[in-house]
């Protein structure tokens, strides 16, 4: 026999063993706060806590919201996944919210890579909230522009203000004087 086939050989499956998923030297490969034991009556069942990627299983085919290293919210139907959590995503929109205002980019299929995603969950509804006013594509954008040169500016006000009283770090004033 093999080496691959004696390992498969060796490997017992869930509903034979009565616990948990066994490797060879008895060690879990799942780990299951429900499953620690036998079940207390014949008709309970066992459930699987899958961690990590494996998780993502019960989400496919789903709508789920994306939150993105960079801020960016991604609401999507999600197709498939891989073990790096690399994710590919379906009828995608991006949602900005500015102020009360709230507007959907459409983006199609996005192949999203795994590190970049900070938060992942399904959603219930893709409605956004009632107490935003949903508004187009472009004027949410002009918004989302404007906040931001408000926030370039503040930023460039608190740092002339730092730099004034001595407590500007090295190398931020030569950043000040570019701006």
Partial sequence: ?????????????PQA????????????RFSSPKSAGPPASPNQSFSFFLSGTASLCEEVDKRVL????????LIGVLRTFDHFANIVLEDTFE?????NKVGDIPMGLQIIRGENVVVLGELDSVAPPQHLERVSVDEILGLQARELEEKTRQQRVMKQFLAHRG????????????S
């Fill in 17 to 28: 063993e009565g616990r948990g998923t066994h490797h060879r030297n008895n060690s879990p």
């Fill in 1 to 13: 026999m093999s080496n691959h086939h004696q390992r498969d050989h060796n490997f017992r499956s």
């Fill in 167 to 178: 407590l500007v770090p090295e190398g931020v004033l030569d950043d000040l004087a570019t």
């Fill in 66 to 73: 994306v939150i993105l290293r960079d801020g960016k919210k």
């Fill in 95 to 99: 949602r900005i919210f500015v102020g």
